[in-house]
């Protein structure tokens, strides 16, 4: 890999730009393959761009062999996005795990005693309403947005805005009592019953979690879940090769 | 912290502090392998590693391949796996196999 190749990469991923590195496997030679356009070697190649932006669409990196000749293309997606609502005890413990996981963490809570950054080293924090955030940040359909605040007047406006768009993944803290009247509210204001069937709550795996990072675990293990689902049906099977 | 742009993260570092540097990716896997396809492993001149390319079962094999190819300047195509014992040094207990590209950063 060239030198230029490293930097052309991290750039992409600062910007959030999705981007294929097709690798001739003879002699390493190197093509970048962007949504729009191409740079390298097999820049003009119809069949190389195909297969590359392919590869982009299903997020799987994967060796081909077009001419008789192998070439590899190496998937670099951004990072998924974690939107956690509600700077609380359990998003301490998620924010960090989430990280580890190379989740884009945000945090976000208008209360000014809860989203300090001292409470969340290295992660994102806003202290703004959810749904003012959302805007700022753009909900997409690489992000996963949770709700752990416990006020329907934080959660709320956050699931509202996560519902109507094209998040992966939603979901939010509480029990089924709380989410049953949580279903109330949100129908008065104007949710489907299909678009409320999206919010996983009780959030997380039915694993026993009790405490904050426990939670935070079953959470993380939920969203694990749903993407990978969500890539196989994407993908379909599994094209090993020869 | 722990994937592909993180070990280019530690990749580009090294190289701009004038060391020799290796990539080695994960390009294709048969059976059950410990890391999907495009899993990277950087490696320096003195051997040091930054991410994986197996769960540290040929991480051995693959730096010195990556330190040859320091030296050489030519990419190398390896093959790992429990099926080919007689013709590599190094398995997979897992029984999978992978293949796995090295070359060097230039």
Redesign the interface.
């Known amino acids: 890999m060239k030198a230029e190749t490293v930097t052309a990469l991290q750039a992409a991923r600062l910007k959030r730009h999705a981007v294929v590195l097709a690798t001739r496997l003879s002699d390493a030679a190197e093509t970048l393959v962007y949504p729009e356009r191409a740079e390298g070697v097999f820049a003009g190649d119809a069949a190389l761009l195909a297969a590359a932006r392919r590869a982009m669409a299903i997020g799987r990196s994967e060796t081909v062999e077009l001419d008789g000749q192998r070439i590899f293309l190496n998937v670099y997606v951004p990072p998924a996005r974690l939107i956690i609502v509600g700077a609380v005890h359990i998003a301490q413990s998620l924010a960090p795990m989430a990280s580890l996981m190379d989740f884009d963490v945000t945090v976000i809570d208008p209360r000014r005693a809860f989203a300090t950054d001292s409470r969340f080293p290295g992660v994102k924090v806003m202290q703004d309403w959810a749904d003012e955030a959302f805007e700022k940040i753009g909900l997409d359909a690489s992000t996963a947005v949770v709700t752990l605040t416990h006020d329907p007047k934080l959660d709320d406006p956050a699931l509202e805005s996560a519902l109507k768009s094209d998040v992966f993944y939603v979901g939010a803290l509480g029990s089924r009592k709380t989410h049953g009247k949580r279903r109330e509210r949100l129908t008065e204001a104007g949710i489907t019953d299909e678009q409320f069937a999206r919010i996983h709550g009780p959030v997380g795996l039915n694993i026993g979690a009790k405490s904050p990072a426990e939670i935070a675990v079953s959470i993380l293990g939920q969203i694990v879940e749903v993407r990978a689902r969500r890539l196989e049906a994407l993908a379909g099977p599994k094209v090993v090769a020869a | 912290?722990?994937?592909?742009?993180d070990v280019?993260?530690q990749?580009?570092r090294w190289?701009t502090s004038g060391k020799g540097v290796a990539?080695a990716?994960v390009?294709?896997t048969?059976g059950s392998s410990p890391r999907?396809?495009?899993s990277q492993l950087g490696v320096d001149d003195t051997g040091a590693m930054v991410g994986s390319v197996s769960g540290g079962c040929i991480e051995g094999a693959v730096v010195k391949e990556a330190l040859a190819a320091i030296a050489d300047g030519k990419?190398r195509?390896l093959d790992f796996g429990v099926t080919d014992e007689q013709a590599w040094d190094v398995g997979l207990a897992c029984g999978g196999k992978v293949?796995v590209?090295v070359?060097k950063?230039?």
């Open positions: 912290m722990s994937d592909a742009l280019l993260d990749v580009g190289k990539l990716t390009i294709t048969w999907p396809v495009g990419p195509l293949q590209f070359e950063v230039s």
